[in-house]
């Protein structure tokens, strides 16, 4: 598969899914040499995957995972697992606010997942007194008694998680750092995600569209900070699909739902510490300011996605509301007494 891909960035072939598949599979096992499998990573990288590549190590990679799916419905937040080093995260606050209101949501990171190694979902809530090297049972109980859970890479994906080191090595990031966001742990049938450029987005859905193990049946993905499931303020691309409609991509504008400040506003000296201490502000009402705002709207797109607002408006007025009411909170101390 190396000979395939790294003949350089113009003149490689593209895998057939069977060749894909061998390969991750190859790889999950163990098998290659640190050098070939070193070569491939980078091989990959210069060429860009495609969404048949792609699908068929996501495929290969959910015969690993195992799955523990609650009895309610969440939205599948996956961020990007090798965190953020400059902005707070909010997801967490999203997360809590938009399943006061009545939306499950599920977060799923590693720690210290290369190549960044930055401060990710698991770091925010150990900040928070809140348990996260659960096995996937717990994370799906977890989901079922306060609306809010989170998945921990090591349980339910140990064949990725194995590969710490070699990525590690690697210093750069590989096609692992995409595959490991669509892992769906909980079994949702709704995935939040993040990109960059649109056209990382479209390839994205495709990789769901092609992918024969996802269950999505409608996935949304915006511009994040830092890459991550954080909206960026301002000027914001965002794409959603579904397979009767199929992908609609739009901008929109944050201060429209009164995100009225820039990403500099946002930003965090210590991001777990930092993005903890804005989380139990904002919760227990004691912030008005431009992180509520954030923090409302990034519930509201959550709460849209889970298909319990027909809009942004209508989302941004019940997380509006969950925050007011207590209702947040509330979630946020069941939580820390799971």
């Known amino acids: 598969m190396t000979e395939v891909v790294g003949s350089g960035s113009k003149s490689a072939d593209d895998m057939t899914r069977e060749q894909a598949a061998e390969a991750m599979t190859r790889i999950l096992e163990d098998d290659p040499d640190p050098t070939t499998l070193g070569a491939f990573w980078l091989a990959n990288r210069w060429k860009h995957n495609t969404p048949t590549e792609l699908a068929a190590f996501v ?20 961020a990007n697992y090798d965190g953020k080093a400059r902005t707070a995260i909010l997801g967490v606050a ?5 399943a006061a209101a009545g939306t499950p949501v599920v977060v799923h990171s590693g720690d ?63 096609f692992l750092n995409t595959v490991e966001t669509l892992a769906n742990p909980a079994g949702a049938s709704v995935h939040l995600g993040s990109f960059y450029h649109l056209s990382f987005a479209k390839k994205v859905i495709e990789t769901v569209q092609y992918s024969r193990a996802r269950e999505f049946d409608r996935v ?30 739009d901008e929109i504008e944050t201060a429209t739902y009164g995100m009225d400040f820039e990403n500099e506003d946002l930003e965090a000296e210590d991001v777990a510490a930092d993005s903890a201490q804005i989380t139990r502000e904002v919760l227990a009402g004691g912030r008005a300011d431009h992180w509520r705002d954030a923090v409302a709207l990034n519930a509201a797109v959550r709460i849209y996605a889970g298909g319990d607002a027909d809009s942004l408006e209508g989302g941004l007025d019940v997380a509006r509301e969950a925050i007011d009411d207590g209702s947040a909170a509330a979630v946020l101390d069941d939580l820390r007494g799971f």
């Open 59 to 78: 495929d290969v990679m959910d015969e690993r995972v195992e799955r523990a799916v609650p009895e309610v419905e969440p939205v599948d937040c996956g």
């Open 94 to 98: 999203a997360g809590v606010v938009a």
């Open 112 to 174: 210290r997942v290369p190549s960044q190694k930055d401060d990710a979902y698991k770091h925010v809530l150990d900040e928070l007194g809140i348990r996260t090297e659960l096995q996937p049972g717990e994370s799906a109980a977890m989901v079922e008694e306060t609306g809010f859970g989170f998945y921990y890479q090591p349980s339910f994906n140990p064949a990725v998680d194995a590969l710490f080191d070699r990525r590690d090595r690697m210093g750069v990031r590989t």
């Open 220 to 249: 949304i993905m915006f511009q994040g900070l830092e890459g991550y499931d954080d909206i960026r303020p301002g000027y914001t691309k965002f794409a959603e699909w579904m397979p009767e409609d199929g992908l609609a991509d």
